[in-house]
């Protein structure tokens, strides 16, 4: 069953402490993306990878940091530097740039929440 | 840089059209997207279109795009109470990898 999986689906944090989001596909996909939700406000880049061992900083990346160690994982961790990390974080991945279409495909989100 | 507009809400009957639109500010817009987003849901892809098309169709779905006025729309025919979510547009700007995406339009269906 192909996709993307994000763990977990709630997550709390405590003040000061640093938490990581997993996002793991198995679509054979080069590029993955981390995005912010926030009510009215639309999806923000976080961060995006257009192959392994390589990462970009989107729109909003401070206070947050990410690896892509291997192809079909990037976790994000959100830092005690990000005052506001409460919100719905959303992982995608898409077959990359080259592809004309480059259509992002989405799991299913992860809610944090602060504590 | 790039922006990407919506309305926040629509409300439309069950059985009638919804119209939902979408401006959006680069002329380097190669492809445009629309998702849907169901409640505590990842996004879904609905459909696309190439910046060289006016329309594409898609069993219910229309979509129309302006690229004089930058304006895209997508249309549900028969609206269903299913089709209540937000929807999305996104553009990709020539060759990059990342795309923009609008605030969302939240469709109600009421009966």
């Known amino acids: 069953d192909g996709g993307i999986t994000q763990s977990p689906k709630y997550l709390f944090r405590k003040e000061g402490q640093n938490v990581t989001l997993s996002c793991e596909q198995n679509l054979n996909h080069d590029a993955m993306y981390w995005y912010r939700q926030d009510p009215g406000q639309g999806l923000r880049l976080i961060y995006y990878?257009?192959?392994?061992?390589?990462?970009q900083k989107g729109d909003i990346a401070e206070g947050y940091s990410v690896s892509r160690e291997k192809k079909e994982s990037f976790p994000l961790t959100v830092t005690s530097a990000q005052k506001n990390p409460t919100a719905f974080y959303l992982c995608?991945?898409?077959?990359?740039?080259?592809?004309?279409?480059?259509?992002?495909?989405f799991g299913a989100g992860t809610r944090l929440s602060v504590l | 840089g790039e922006d990407v507009e919506q309305s926040l809400f629509l409300s439309v009957r069950e059985g009638d059209s919804s119209v939902i639109n979408c401006t959006y500010t680069?002329?380097?817009?190669?492809?445009l997207y629309w998702y849907k987003q169901e409640p505590g849901a990842g996004l879904q892809l609905l459909t696309y279109?190439?910046?060289?098309?006016d329309m594409k169709q898609d069993q219910r779905l229309t979509v129309l795009l302006n690229k004089k006025d930058k304006h895209l729309s997508l249309r549900i025919a028969d609206t269903q109470t299913g089709d209540s979510a937000i929807y999305f547009c996104a553009e990709r700007a020539g060759t990059a990898s990342k795309l923009t995406f609008g605030t969302g339009t939240r469709l109600q269906v009421t009966l």
């Open positions: 279109i190439f910046s060289n098309m």
């Open positions: 680069d002329s380097s817009s190669t492809y």
């Open positions: 990878s257009q192959i392994v061992n390589d990462f």
């Open positions: 995608a991945s898409s077959a990359g740039q080259i592809i004309a279409k480059n259509i992002q495909y």
